[in-house]
């Protein structure tokens, strides 16, 4: 028999497994009810911390987020891991991946890991994930790492959802400081160099240091007369376990000062903003979908007349704007 | 003195590089005179080859896009390159990067090579590129490349543009083929194993060869009488110049498919129909910023409600819809 949503949720809040991974399908899928899902689930968030993961394919991240997990259990803390893949857009989300991933968490219910793709969204990750966050939050989780690929819009979008974002680079990477161009340096409140131990991380430290000063010389000086953050840099060796107390002090530390400057609650209210325009998006882009696919198919008769260059697309633009303030 | 669009365009047509570079600038800073500049030179777009080339960081892009543009200006084809990067949305086009580019082209007019970041669009670069594109169009080139990082939605976006889209791959790369997933399978027209000379080159192609078959193999019986197109793989040693010319033989082989098959009409009536959404989204979204500026700051009020948990996000986002619809 199906659930109601109401009931998952009560399941969820008891801590039950297949309650959680039902609402993150519903959430993954995009489904119908998934407006219904947020509704009911959303009272019971706001009570995780969520940090966010990111960096270039190579740098261990896999690695360096499990082993981030295995040292927030060693401080008593329980764990999600919401592992967003962006370059998936077709297909579901890595099952035997999860299994694998979990080596040395599965006998133990604190943690928890999951893969997303972005399969039933017009909108994308950047619509599915805070969502999925929230199912996260509401099952009790006091910490919901999301690991995301950090190339592409993808890591402004963990930032838009996190309170803590850590930007994790690697030695030896031909493109390591490059592809962690201005975006990434301008989201990072932590930073993490893995595979520390290989040749090359003094160098990397050390361009990395000279951008960020370069980057701080730049900005306008802070009047608010809150102590500004510095990101710090953290050296770890993941595969080793080694330096992930200092990442998990690096957190504390950042939580505090979210706390202290009052800048954890404007945080807060930019994701609500974030999450509120991306589901208005979303809800725009399925009018699109239903006027291409309607009986009218007013989006398929603009396309034609835009091909034969007959009208402009600003032009056809207009006149779907129009059908659907109409509508 | 500032020039008219009209004027622009005029100096597009009469091939004045600075207003191509003018025009470009236009759609890169999402400038408030774009409608106008894409409904002047529309009427006069639609004549360019559009090629895609993506993948992973790694694969020597820039080099093989390079090289493939000797190739198609040893064919007596003028060449524009749009290098777009995605993992830079807070900063501008990497200048210095084009003239290192541009090395081995500069004294010929008929290549021209930009790269853009979407600093100035909210929709990002699947909003700027396709525009970027029409200008490139306009200004009479034989073959527009759009190259681009193949990690994340990116690489869809490419294929949504583009005529020909190439898949660029590598050995020895960790996560040659598990970046290259379905997503990015299916998109490709042609496949290029770049750095062919290096070790694993031939066990990345029958890798890949495996994973065409067995999506084949998955494929509903094409009923449609017109013979399907197989993805051809294409060794390259870009550095050397070397199967540059096959690349090249790839393209027009593609080319002739799209136009004997008919598939050609309906990936550019895809293309503009993608562009309709877009530039209507992005009319949405530029409402969206409007009213979070706005003297009645709804959207504002809407995060407050949503942070304090007195709102879900899908009932915040119906009101802000409400609003933009009376508005």
């Given at each position: 028999m199906a659930q109601t949503v109401e009931e998952l949720v009560e399941g969820l809040e008891r801590g039950e497994r297949r309650a959680l991974a039902r609402l993150l399908t519903l959430v993954e899928d995009g489904a119908e009810r998934l407006r219904e899902v947020v509704a009911t689930l959303y009272p019971r968030t706001g009570n995780a911390r969520v940090i966010g993961i990111t960096g270039s394919p190579g740098v261990g991240k896999s690695t360096l987020t499990n082993a981030i997990a295995t040292a927030l259990r060693a401080a008593d803390r329980s764990v999600a891991i919401l592992a967003v893949d962006p370059s998936?857009?077709?297909?579901?989300?890595?099952?035997?991946?999860?299994?694998?991933?979990?080596?040395?968490?599965?006998?133990?219910?604190?943690?928890?890991?999951?893969?997303?793709?972005?399969?039933?969204?017009?909108?994308?990750?950047?619509?599915?994930?805070?969502?999925?966050?929230l199912v996260l939050d509401a099952a009790?989780?006091?910490?919901?790492?999301?690991?995301?690929?950090?190339?592409?819009?993808?890591?402004?979008?963990?930032?838009?959802?996190?309170?803590?974002?850590?930007?994790a680079l690697a030695p030896g990477m031909g493109d390591g400081i490059q592809a962690a161009k201005a975006g990434i340096l301008e989201v990072a409140d932590v930073f993490v160099i893995n595979k520390a131990d290989a040749t090359g991380a003094g160098k990397l430290e050390s361009e990395l240091r000279g951008m960020l000063e370069m980057g701080h010389a730049l900005e306008d000086p802070d009047t608010s007369g809150v102590s500004p953050w510095w990101p710090p840099i953290v050296r770890t060796v993941a595969v080793r376990g080694e330096g992930l107390d200092e990442v998990v002090a690096a957190f504390g530390a950042h939580a505090d000062w979210l706390a202290d400057s009052g800048r954890g609650a404007r945080r807060r209210r930019d994701r609500a903003l974030h999450l509120i325009r991306e589901i208005a998006l979303e809800q725009v882009r399925l009018r699109f979908a239903r006027i291409d696919a309607g009986d009218d198919p007013l989006l398929d008769k603009l396309a034609d007349q835009v091909a034969r260059r007959d009208l402009d697309p600003y032009a056809a633009a207009d006149e779907l704007l129009e059908a659907l303030d109409g509508g």
């Open positions: 998936s857009p077709f297909s579901g989300g890595a099952l035997l991946g999860d299994r694998v991933r979990m080596q040395g968490h599965h006998a133990d219910p604190n943690v928890f890991i999951r893969s997303m793709a972005s399969r039933g969204h017009l909108g994308g990750l950047s619509f599915a994930s805070p969502q999925a966050v009790g989780f006091d910490d919901v790492i999301v690991e995301t690929v950090g190339v592409g819009q993808s890591e402004v979008e963990v930032a838009a959802t996190a309170d803590t974002t850590v930007v």
